[in-house]
Structure formats: structure tokens, C-alpha cells
């Protein structure tokens, strides 16, 4: 086995994994519109796509923990002489094992697609249970757009998010890519990264705090439609 091979096969697993991430961002979806059509009642449905997020979320976590280990081992293969390459595969199925062993299942209740997943509908449910106790006139459609064009606006970039996530600690929602490059920049500054909304108290964002905010997204995007048809 090559250097090159093994390259392109973690290309190819990368590649996977970000289909994964859509899969399990689909099942959101489906699992949002069913609390939607049932009124605020759980679905039996929502427990069969939770165990389906969760076996994903397991697979994600072993793709990541296998490229770090083929990483590691042909890091370490490329600085001595050729014949190691030949227990390269053995080396990294012995780390890989190890790594999986210690491993406890009740960690993927942590994985940033888990917690969007629960997040998602719960506050469906919440949503949903307001809306049938709560018999509120019609507001202004002019108002309506003002306030919906304020909450989809990203505070980082002042346009409209593509792909809302919301911080786990202060709950505000930024477009990913922005919050991503302030976190990156601040720290290559060796930097803290504040909340970027003003007032917010969060002084120290990082990647992990943030999960998809799955509704804000179906809310821009059917936005957008109404938009679009006037």
C-alpha cells in the first residue's frame, strides 16, 4: 500500500462523512415535520430516527477516530525506511481497535447532530403546544417581515444566514461560516472569541458550543419562498 492510496482513501471516507452529516440533517427534517403535523403530539416515528441519528453519529465518530489514526501511523511510517510501510495496515487496525474499545456509547449523546436532532424537536414540540394554547390575532404582515428579516439576519456578517447555528451557552445564532472564520481568527490571535451580539456576555465561543439550528434554517429557507413567489 502507497502513501497515495492512502491519501485518496481518506478522501474518499471525508467525502462520505459529509454525506452522513446531510443524511442525518434530512432525518431532522422529516422528524421536525412529523411534530408539525401531529399537533404538538410526539410521533412513534421521533424514537426510530433518534436510534437512526444515533447509529450515524457512531459511524461519524469511528470515521473520524480511523483518519486520526491513519494520519498518526503514516506520519510516523514516512520518517523511517520503506519496508514499514508493509505493517502499516496491522498498525492501524491494532490503534483503530484500541481506540473504539475505550469508547462509550453514552458520548454520542454529546455529537453536534444529536444535540441539534433533540434540540430541534423539542422546541418543536414547544412551539407547536404554544401555538394551540395561544389564540393570537394575525399580525401585521409588513411586521411580521420586519421581525423575521431581524432574527434571520447573522450578527457577524448583516445579511441573511445560509446555515443558522446557535450557541449551546448564551443561545444566540450566527451563519456558520462567519462564526467559524471569527473562532479560527481569534484563535491564530491566541484570542478569546466573544459573542459577537451585542450585550452578550459570552466571552469565550468555541466550535463545540455550536450546534445546526435546524427549524431557523426551515424558517429562512420558507422565507425565501414567500419571497420569491411575491
Known sequence: MSLNTVVGMLSSLQSFQTDIGTGMDIVTDVAIDLVETQDGEVHPGIKDMEAMILECAKLDREINHFVDVVKQVTSEVATQQPEAMFSLSDNVKEQFTERIARLSDTDLQKHQKVVAFKDSIKNSLNQANRESEENM??????????????????????????????????????????????????????KKCRCPV???????????????DQILRRRIQSHKRQTNRT
Request: aromatic share 2%.
Open 137 to 190: 390575532e394575525e399580525l401585521d404582515e409588513d411586521v411580521v417581515v420586519s421581525q423575521s428579516q431581524v432574527n434571520f439576519t447573522c450578527p457577524l456578517t448583516q445579511v441573511e444566514m445560509v446555515n443558522p447555528v446557535k450557541n449551546k451557552k448564551c443561545n444566540h445564532q450566527y451563519d456558520e461560516g462567519a462564526i467559524l472564520g471569527l473562532i479560527k481568527a481569534k484563535h491564530s490571535q491566541k
Open 198 to 212: 451585542v450585550g452578550c456576555g459570552n466571552t469565550d465561543i468555541n466550535e463545540s458550543d455550536l450546534i445546526p
